[in-house]
Structures are given as C-alpha cells and as structure tokens.
C-alpha cells in the first residue's frame, strides 16, 4: 500500500535539508550497526586484540581460540534452553492470545469491559512488582529451576491479548454471521474462518513473543539457578562475571546468541514489518 | 425480540467467551493476578527468610523516610519520562527522513535501527560495557584522540552521566519498532493533501504541522504506550551495567526490588516496593487509557 | 459440554494454585523446626561407606579452574569420593561471585538449594542465622580444634553454640605491585622487602607518584558490584590505622578522624591521577587490569586470586601488606574458605555431605592436594608447609600475626555491605567525605539493629 505512494513521490526535488538528514542518519546507521558488528568481529580476535587501543577494526588474523574457551562451558545447552523456551512460550502465547483476542473483539459478553481493562492496566506491569509472591508461586508448583518457570509466566501476555484484539477487529462481522447461519460451531468458526484472517496477525505475534521471550533476561536470572539451566543471555552474563575483561569470550557468546536470531529476522523481515504495523494502525 | 431471548443469547456468548478467555486467563489469574494480590498482603508484613510477622503499614513508613528508595523513584520516572519524548523525536526524524525515499532504502534503514531489539539486550550491553569502559573503553579513546576531552570519563561511574550513558542504550533497543510504524503511518498519510496544499504555498513545516501530525496521532499515542512500558522493563541494563550506582544514581525501583529481595531477604519491604510501583504504573496507565483512549481506540 | 468443563478447569487451577501458594510459607517453617531436631542424631562415621544418597554441591570458583573449564577439578574430588563412598551421587554445581549469592537465597526460598556450598562465613554464618542450615558440631572435634589452634579462626565459624561452617583453608588479603615493572622503572627500593614488608602511608604515597611520573596507570580503587568489598575496607583500616568495627562486633568505628583523613587521601589520589577511579569497574575487573599488566599495583590481591591468573601473567607481582601510619601494625583481612550444609530435611543427604566435607578436608591425599588448588593455606596445622620453596607462600604464611578481628560474622553483613559500595561511589564523585563515613556508620548500625 505504502509502496505505490512512495514511488510516486519520488519525484520530489531533493534539499539542503534532506542531504544533511540522510548524512545524519548514516552516523545513526554506524551507532546502530556497531554492537552487532563488533560482536561478530569480536568472537574472532584473540583476547589482547579484543580490548587494544587503537581499536583493530577487523579480525585481520580470525581465530577460533574464544570459540573453544566458549565451549568449554554449556554453551550449545544453553542455546537449546533459549530455542526451547522461546519457541514453547511463541506457541502458548500465540494460542491462548488468539483465542482470547477474538472474543474480546467480536463477542458481547457480561464483563468484557472489566476483563480487558485488567489485561490493558496490566501491560505495562513489568515483573518485578509481583517478583516475591511470583517466585512463591513457580516454587509452590515445583517449576523453580525449571524451563516451566520462565515459560509458563509468559503466557498470560496482556500485550499479545491486546495485539491479537487489534486484529481481530478486522474480521468482518457478516461472515462471522454466515458462519453461525450455516451452523458452524463456535470452534469451528474459529478455526476455519477467524484463523485464516488473522493468521498475518499471529504471525507477528509469533516473532514478538519468539524475540521478547529470548531477551526476557530478568525472568531467566530469577528462575534458572544451575549451570546446565541457563539460557544464552544469562550463560553470557554469568561470562561476564567470570572473565570480567575477557570480551573475546563474551563476544563469542553474544554471536552465538545473537546470528541466530537476527538472521530469522532479516528473513522474515517483511512479515515482521506488516505485522507490527497491522496491529498498531488498524485496517 | 423479546428481552428473555435476548438476555439468553448474551449469556450463551458469555459461556463461549469465558470458554475461549479461560486458557489466556488461567495463566494471568495465577502469575500476574494472585501474585498481586499476595504482594499487597504480604507487604504488611516483616517478612523474611526467618520471620512472618504483621507489622501493618511499617514498610510503607520506612519507604516514605528512605532515601535511596527516593532517589530510585526518581531516577524510575527520569528514565522512563526522558526516553519517551526522545524516543517520539528520534523515530518521528528518522520516519520522515526515509518514508518517500525507495523501498530497499526504507528495509534497509528498518533493518539498521532494528538490529539491536533482536541482537538482544545482553548481547548489546557486552559492546556497550567495553565502550563505556573507563580505561579500555572505545569512547574516551575516540575522544582523547580528538582532543575533544583530557581525561576519562567515568561514563557509568559518573553520577553525572551514568543515567543517560544508560537512556542511550536502551534508546537504542526501542526505536526500531516506533520507527517501523512512523514509516507505514507516513505512507498512509493521503498524498493529494500534502500535494494540494503544497500547490497551496504551504512551507514544509506548515504541511507537517497541520496535516502529517494530526495524521499520526494515533500512531504518536501507541508508540507512547509501547516506549513506556518497555522503559518500565529497563533492568538488565541496571544490573549488567552499573548495579544501580554510583551512588544509587542509576538505581530504579525494579532494580532495588531485586537487590532487596534476593540480596538481602527482605521480601516484605521489596513487595511494598513492589506495590507503589504498580500504583504508579497504574496511574501512568490510567492516564493514558483516559486521555489516548479515544484515539488509539482500545 | 466442553465449554463447561474448560470453566471448572479453569476454577479448580485457581484454587489449587492459591493453595499452593499459602502452602510454601508452612512448608518453610516447619522445615525449620524438623532441622533443629534432626542434627544432633547424626554422627559422622569412617565407615559410612555404604550410606546411599544423591547430593548437590555447589561451589564457587574458589579452586583455580583446571584447563580453564569450570567444574573440571571439582569433578575429580567427587570421582575420587567415590571410590570411597560409591553410593553417594554428588553433583557439582559452579556459581560465580556476581550472581551467586543472590542464587543461593533465591534457590533457599525455592526448596532447590543445594546440600553442600564451599562458601567463606560472611554469608554462611548469615544461612545459620536464618535457620536453613545443619550444624556441623560434631565435625569439630577435639583433634580439629588442637589441630587448627586458632581461636580467632574457630569462632569465626560459630553462632553460639552452633558450628555452621567447616573450614578447610584461609589466606590474608593484601596489596600487590608488578614486580617486574618496578625493576624495569628502578623503583624497587622504593618497596620493603625485607621481613613482613610492613611499610609507611608515606612510602606508599611517594612509591605511587613516582609510579605515575614514569606513566605507569595506578591502582583501580574499584566500587562496582559487591564482590571484593572487603579489600576496600581493609586498606582504610590500614591507611588510617582505625578498625572497621569494635572488638564485640557491636559497632562500626570506621569513622573516626583518621579514617576522614584517609579516605579523603583515597579520594586526592584518584583526583591526582595515582590511582583510577573504579566507580564504574568491579573488584575482577580490577583484578584484571592488574594481571593484564595495565595497572602498576591492585588494592586487592590474594594467593589464591595469584592462583587463579598465574597462567596469563606476564610478570612477577610482590605482595605486600596495606602502608599503615607510622608505628601502627598492617591489620589483616583475611579470607577463610570453608564449607556448609543446608537442612533439606534429609538426614540421609547431611549424613552424605558431612562425608563429602570431611573427604575435601581431611582425606590424607586430597586434604593438602585441595588446599594448594585454592591457592590458600590450610587451617589444619598438621598439613605442614605445603608451598617448601614458593618465596611468596613462606612469605604470606608468616603474616598471620597480623589478622584482625574477624568481622564478617556481625548481624546485618549483608546489608552494610550494599552500603559500602555506594559511599565510596559518593565520595569518589566529590561528595564530602567526612558527611559520607558518617552517613555509612549510622547506615551499617541501623543494618546491625535490623538484623536483630
């Protein structure tokens, strides 16, 4: 949609202002791009050539040395517990959003009003207003140290709620009707008509429940004690404690932890983009 | 139709609905709702890893009279009512400097500023711990070599500074969406308005000001709602980076729930901290509901 | 129908989970209460040999890592435990100095805290104190109290009648400079070398300038984190001659006039650029800047942290005590490493980690063999001089005469310490010095009160 707009207005002559913007953006572009390259670049160079200054700008003589200490630890254990709990919370999120989002659209129903007011206040609640009695909670139900214990908390996710809400508004309410004329029951209906027009939707969701559970540092530091639990960012941070200066080791875990993932995105690039843009703008 | 058929249709769709609500709701009944609950009754309490003891309103009392919870509140709102409007600013430039420009450009640039959302905020902090680092650190080297500055600075170490070395990072984890969003809301924008009242003589600002702006307003409100609750989750930073010093100048309410919990076993204290956070978010988000409400259309 | 059995479910997960949420609190206690009986009963026996059980012991780095993995060492005490004991499962668990306390509580509240953690008495004795450990009592027996002859040492591993930590070694904490740098610049006379190396304010400050006039980067006076707190503390106490608490423990002192002028001394040398300014780096990463050659000198250093960077060392460091003022002796901190037992309401699994500590400590081989991988020195008399030859070693094991009075086992530890970090930090930034102790003294009192 936005395409065809842009392309027409191209035309448009070119000012001062816009030469100086564009410069200016790609100063930004180097402050933006500079952490990711200089992880991957990093993960290559020998500790001393790690933190010399001047600064040596590219590996000119790549190693593998920050590799092997990396993986003296349980580094691809830790990957594996990331991919998990990323992938189990994207599933359940996905899920139990959907469902929910679509009702509270397009049903009437006593108490809609006060429910989905609950999950709106409860957006913005980060975790660590409820950190005690949470970590009771995961304890009382033997989840504590487990993956269960950063998953399970995350499915409630007011936020996927309120974005599968957004899209299920698109849904339009005379083939919903058709359905029920038809005598489509009510999971019926969801399954083969609701799904299928949100499914962009879901989609998106999936990558921003898939992104937010593999950052979701502070649940992973209070839940996973053990070695062999960690997942990739703590694995990193607990380095970080350990080999202090070191950061040929800590770029090394960060490209194990962040190639993955930023190249998923780069792939699903345009998904990403009309999804978060669909839930935002509706229509 | 009768009222009875239709007090039976409504509760019929109540049924479905809580059918289909119960599994999203199940999980925020018993980590998010319950805990809550929890955390305000247990706040009236000593409670410790030896003691259970009612004690009434004695935490909030000593919350009120203790300064280091003052000065984290403070630094909380700094953090999140600074990096808001910088965060509006930023992507509304970066928006507008690329919105017309070709499609590769614009992927490219979404690309760019979203890279540090998915690199990950701990991988991003390891980069950014060596640049800020006082002695080793890329940035006082580039600024020593540029004669910009003498001596180190202690870009974390520094009272000063801390708090914003820190605002920088995560302004850097959250614009990449904002951005994303001000591009296609740009594009939405009708073209023949702009052009007509260019036609018109308008200057730039006058076309932005009156017909852009109001366009992307509610665009503008979602963003303020999205920036503010990720400025809430600003943890990791604290506590990879400066663990809430120098001095307590970067310490945050979250951060001090944390280290009061599971630090020092103060579980009664840390809920209450928890509890006044939750009003304040509440208010925040009362605030917003009430007045973005009628735009963003909840 | 579905939708009705899908609302109970959804009922019945509610109230189980609000049960199982008011269940956790009793559980705590009466775990305490069940603890205090079981303990006594046990005995710990030579010929235990059959005891089945699987225990967890978690372990910070205190044993220099062994082909720079993490657990490796570790992984050869428990195989060769197990040739004694081949029913006892144990499972080794490596946490770190950063995180690792807060684990450690957070796994307490969680009921997955592990049986045994080789820990030193700051936190242990504050696990005692809260009631989740099992008294080691009967470890100390006749022959290891004669054997440790160290009263000082012994109490530290007491809460009144109760022993909660077994000791295995301890070693003091000092300063130390690059050596080889020092030769290199011609400054070496600048340094005592002779007898316990105890040296003036004075001599130090002129040994840190003169260090600086040859370029060299001074000490990092680190304030991040926690970790490392302790050296911060010691070297005031030495700089100003002044303790850091009362003999009882009752009191902090470490505000006296002395101590205003000495920290305020601290805070013109990082001002003058003969020592940096750690208020954004953490005791390893100074540490690390020490061992990496790019500070001439660390405030903190230790054998057993020597130890654990010997291999990436590219000089000779010297240790030497903290300068006091003229006619004063250096007051020592000193680390004691040691192990403790947590009550998992399991006789079979504290019966198993008593084995587990007293086969660390005491077996003929490992005994020593463990003591020398801490870098440190035993606190069984009877191991001898286990470093014959290491000029270091002879050195540091004749200063035990020095040792201050042991206060890391005062109530509220934990919580002064979060205050230490944060006035340093204030003062470092130019707040008034005198202000600051004063603010920190009446802070770390208060913590003492709170713990009671």
């Not at chain 1, 921003?208 to 070695?227: E, K, P």
């Not at chain 3, 003091?172 to 040296?199: C, H, V, Y």
């Not at chain 3, 942290?305 to 000779?316: I, L, Q, R, S, T």
Request: aromatic letters at 12%; charged letters at 15%; proline letters at 4%.
């Amino acid at each position: 949609m936005k395409d065809t707009n842009a392309l027409s207005s191209r035309k448009k002559k070119t000012t001062v202002a816009d030469i100086i913007s564009l410069i200016l953006l790609f100063l930004l572009t180097f402050i933006f791009v500079f952490p990711f390259y200089w992880i991957v670049t990093g993960a290559f160079k020998d500790q001393k050539i790690a933190v010399q200054l001047p600064p040596q700008w590219f590996p000119t003589d790549p190693t593998l040395t920050s590799f092997v200490t990396l993986f003296k630890n349980p580094a691809l254990q830790w990957l594996w517990n990331s991919v998990f709990i990323a992938l189990a919370t994207m599933v359940l999120v996905c899920l139990t959003a959907a469902l929910a989002g679509y009702v509270l659209a397009k049903k009437r129903f006593y108490g809609q009003a006060l429910i989905f007011s609950m999950f709106i206040i409860a957006m913005a609640l980060p975790k660590q207003v409820v950190l005690v009695p949470l970590v009771r909670m995961i304890n009382a139900l033997g989840f504590h140290n487990t993956m269960a214990a950063v998953i399970l908390p995350a499915v409630g996710w007011p936020f996927g709620i309120f974005l599968m809400k957004q899209f299920s508004e698109t849904i339009p309410g005379e083939l919903l009707e058709a359905a029920k004329i038809d005598g489509c029951g009510e999971l019926k209906t969801f399954f083969n008509i609701v799904i299928p027009i949100i499914k962009p939707g879901i989609a998106a969701l999936a990558i921003f429940t898939f992104i937010t559970a593999w950052n979701d540092y502070f649940m992973q530091l209070i839940m996973l004690n053990t070695r062999a639990k960690l997942t990739l960012p703590l694995g990193i941070a607990t380095l970080q404690a350990e080999f202090a200066t070191n950061y040929g080791v800590l770029m090394a875990g960060a490209a194990l932890a962040a190639v993955p993932i930023v190249t998923v995105f780069i792939a699903f690039q345009k998904y990403f983009t009309q999804g978060i843009t669909m839930g935002a703008v509706k229509g | 139709m009768n009222k009875q058929k239709l007090y039976k249709i409504r509760m019929r769709e109540t049924l479905v609905s809580y059918a289909f609500l119960a599994p999203a709701l199940l999980f925020f009944v018993i980590f998010v709702v319950y805990p809550m609950i929890s955390g305000v009754y247990t706040s009236l309490f000593n409670y410790t890893i030896r003691k259970f003891d009612f004690i009434g309103v004695d935490n909030y009392i000593r919350l009120v009279s203790d300064p280091i919870f003052k000065k984290s509140l403070i630094n909380t709102l700094v953090i999140v009512l600074g990096s808001v409007p910088i965060v509006v600013l930023f992507a509304l430039f970066v928006g507008l400097t690329i919105y017309e420009k070709h499609s590769a450009i614009r992927s490219f640039f979404r690309c760019v500023f979203y890279l540090p959302v998915v690199t990950g905020t701990v991988a991003v902090t390891v980069v950014w711990k060596w640049i800020y680092d006082p002695i080793n650190g890329i940035l006082n080297y580039l600024l020593q070599s540029a004669h910009i500055i003498n001596e180190p600075i202690m870009w974390l170490g520094d009272k000063r500074f801390a708090i914003w070395a820190i605002i920088i990072i995560l302004l850097t984890t959250s614009v990449g969406q904002p951005i994303i969003l001000y591009v296609a809301a740009l594009g939405n924008i009708d073209q023949s308005l702009t052009e007509a009242a260019e036609v018109d003589g308008a200057n730039r600002w006058q076309v932005f000001k009156n017909i852009k702006w109001p366009g992307l307003m509610p665009t503008t409100l979602y963003i303020v709602v999205i920036t503010t609750i990720n400025s809430f989750q600003c943890f990791s930073l604290i506590q990879l980076l400066t663990s809430g010093g120098p001095n307590y100048s970067t310490s945050t309410i979250m951060y001090l729930v944390y280290e009061k919990a599971f630090k020092l076993g103060q579980f009664g204290y840390a809920n209450s901290m928890g509890v006044i956070l939750a009003v304040i978010i509440g208010i925040i988000s009362f605030l917003q509901f009430k007045f973005l409400g009628n735009d963003v259309e909840y | 129908m579905k939708k009705r059995a899908l609302s109970l479910m959804l009922v019945m997960a509610m109230t189980a989970g609000m049960l199982a949420g008011c269940g956790t609190k009793d559980a705590a206690d009466t775990k305490e209460d069940a603890g205090k009986e079981e303990t006594a009963k046990e005995e710990v026996k030579e010929d235990d040999t059959d005891l089945e059980a699987e225990i967890t012991w978690w372990n910070y780095p205190n044993f220099a890592a062994v082909d720079e993995t993490a657990g490796k060492y570790e992984q050869g005490i428990i195989e060769a435990f197990n040739e004694k004991y081949p029913n006892i499962k144990v499972n080794i668990e490596m946490i770190d100095f950063a995180s690792g306390p807060e684990k450690v509580t957070n796994a307490i509240q969680g009921g997955t805290v592990c049986d045994v953690l080789f820990d030193a008495p700051g936190r242990i004795i504050q696990y005692g104190k809260d009631g989740v450990l099992a008294d080691l009592d009967d470890m100390f027996t006749e022959e290891f109290v004669a054997d440790v002859d160290n009263e000082k040492l012994i109490n530290a591993c007491y809460v009144g009648d109760n022993a909660w930590m077994y000791p295995i070694s301890s070693a003091p904490f000092l300063m130390a400079f690059n050596k080889t740098q020092l030769e290199e610049f011609g400054l070496l006379d600048m340094i005592n070398l002779e007898g316990d190396r105890s040296w003036t304010v004075d001599q130090y400050q002129a040994l840190i300038k003169a260090l600086k006039e040859k370029g060299a980067n001074g000490a990092v006076m680190f304030c991040v984190s926690q970790g490392g707190d302790q050296g911060t503390r010691a070297m005031l106490a030495n700089l100003s001659g002044t303790p850091i608490t009362n003999d009882d423990l009752t009191e902090y002192t470490i505000n006296s006039d002395a101590a205003v002028e000495a920290l305020q001394m601290i805070v013109d040398n990082v001002k003058d650029g003969y020592m940096l300014n750690g208020s954004a780096q953490d005791g390893t990463a100074s540490i690390e800047e020490f061992v990496s050659g790019r500070s001439s000198n660390a405030i903190l250093f230790s054998p057993g942290v020597y130890n654990n960077n010997k291999a990436k060392m590219e000089f000779e460091p010297v240790f030497l005590p903290f300068p006091t003022p003229e006619g004063v002796d250096p007051a020592l901190e000193y680390l004691i490493d040691g192990f403790c037992v947590f009550d998992n309401g399991d006789e079979n699994k504290i019966a198993a980690s008593k084995l587990l500590i007293d086969f660390i400590c005491n077996d003929a081989e490992w005994g020593p063999k463990n003591v020398v991988q801490t870098g440190t020195f035993p606190v069984r008399q009877s191991f001898g001089n286990l470093y014959e030859g290491d000029e270091n070693m002879t050195y540091l094991a004749s200063l035990t005469k020095y040792y201050s009075t042991y206060y890391n086992t005062i109530d509220g530890f934990a919580e002064m310490r979060t205050y230490w970090f944060p006035m340093l930090q204030a003062v470092l930034s130019g707040e008034d010095v005198k202000t600051a102790l004063d603010g920190f003294v009446e802070q770390a009192n208060q913590s003492i009160a709170n713990a009671q």
